[in-house]
């Protein structure tokens, strides 16, 4: 029998033991040269994917992830029962497109880079309370593209600031089921944090990391009342594409409220490149937690190197109107709790 799983603040309490049983990653040709170049399951030495655009490519991504995910916990495409994905192009498009390929009901959601930490959420929502036995979470971004829609053509050959993050080529995707099927395997989903936005008034929009450490520090605080747990309490404190500069300023706005989790915290955008001038602050965008998550992480909780993480994806939640018309950059975060 279901149980009734309660909230807490800001944060919902899964009784019933959602499970992660399976994970595929994609990562570009620059991606593959970093630490999850190993771990993923394709790496593309074309970032055109054999595609005539980089939107294409970018649909072909997701849509392969998805089907991997659902390949590799030993399902068939019949078995699922939900797609929660999104992206970062007008009205969704590489989720939308993607959910073409595939005859089961899905739900299009969009909080930029956090897209993945809130499709994991609602999905262990809906597994959890009994709607859906088996949903796939999945979400993706290509560099190309993104800087065609946010910023500049890449024919233009416009300089990138220092406080720029390069945006990841790349999709990842899990499958959340029940606990009944999982039969003990995979990772379980213990709680989730539902972010607010937060907005501190960066206007500079090759500034993310600035803009999003905010909402990450709330985010990640609120977790910590609502569960009465502690920095130390977590193997990892994994946030989704601050960068190195908006790593310093989440520690550092933690550290002023009472929290010091410098020992434990890691940025997906931080370690996703090489440690090289070229890439600035390191990564972004909704690929960049979604290969590393759905990748080098998973599989190491899976490998028992780690036990208790908390996942928190970060987002921008800017178009191009809102930053033409000077707009300041709200920004969000959600939280899962993954534990093996």
Excluded at 244 to 263: C, F, H, P, V
């Amino acid at each position: 029998m279901l149980k009734f799983s309660p909230s807490k603040g800001h944060t919902v309490f899964f009784e019933n033991s959602p499970r992660i049983i399976s994970s595929a990653a994609i990562c570009g040709s620059k991606e593959s040269t970093g630490i999850i170049g190993s771990f993923a399951d394709i790496t593309l030495q074309d970032d055109m994917y054999g595609e005539s655009t980089f939107e294409k490519a970018e649909c072909k991504m997701l849509s392969n992830v998805i089907s991997l995910a659902i390949e590799k916990a030993g399902f068939k495409q019949t078995d699922v029962d939900l797609l929660l994905s999104g992206d970062l192009l007008n009205q969704i498009i590489s989720a939308s497109f993607a959910a073409r390929d595939f005859d089961f009901p899905f739900l299009g959601v969009y909080s930029a880079c956090s897209t993945m930490s809130e499709s994991i959420l609602l999905g262990a929502m809906m597994v959890n309370a009994g709607y859906v036995k088996n949903a796939v979470a999945a979400t993706g971004s290509h560099f190309a593209s993104a800087e065609r829609q946010y910023r500049y053509p890449l024919e233009l050959g416009c300089t990138r600031p220092p406080q720029a993050q390069w945006t990841v080529t790349g999709a990842g995707g899990c499958l959340i089921t029940n606990a009944d099927q999982a039969n003990d395997r995979g990772v379980k989903i213990v709680n989730g944090t539902m972010g607010k936005v937060c907005d501190f008034g960066v206007t500079d929009v090759n500034n993310m990391g600035a803009a999003m450490a905010p909402a990450a520090a709330d985010t990640i605080m609120q977790h910590f009342k609502d569960t009465g747990t502690e920095p130390t309490d977590y193997d990892m404190i994994l946030t989704g594409d601050l960068g190195a500069l908006g790593s310093r300023i989440l520690k550092d706005l933690t550290w002023e409220k009472g929290y010091d989790i410098s020992e434990m915290h890691v940025d997906c955008g931080e370690i996703i490149y090489k440690v090289i001038e070229d890439e600035f602050q390191g990564g972004s965008g909704a690929g960049c937690s979604a290969t590393v998550l759905n990748s080098y992480i998973l599989s190491k909780m899976g490998a028992g190197l780690y036990k208790r993480i908390l996942f928190a994806a970060t987002g921008a939640l800017l178009s191009t109107v809102s930053s033409g018309q000077g707009e300041s950059i709200p920004c969000i975060s959600h939280a899962v709790q993954l534990e093996v």
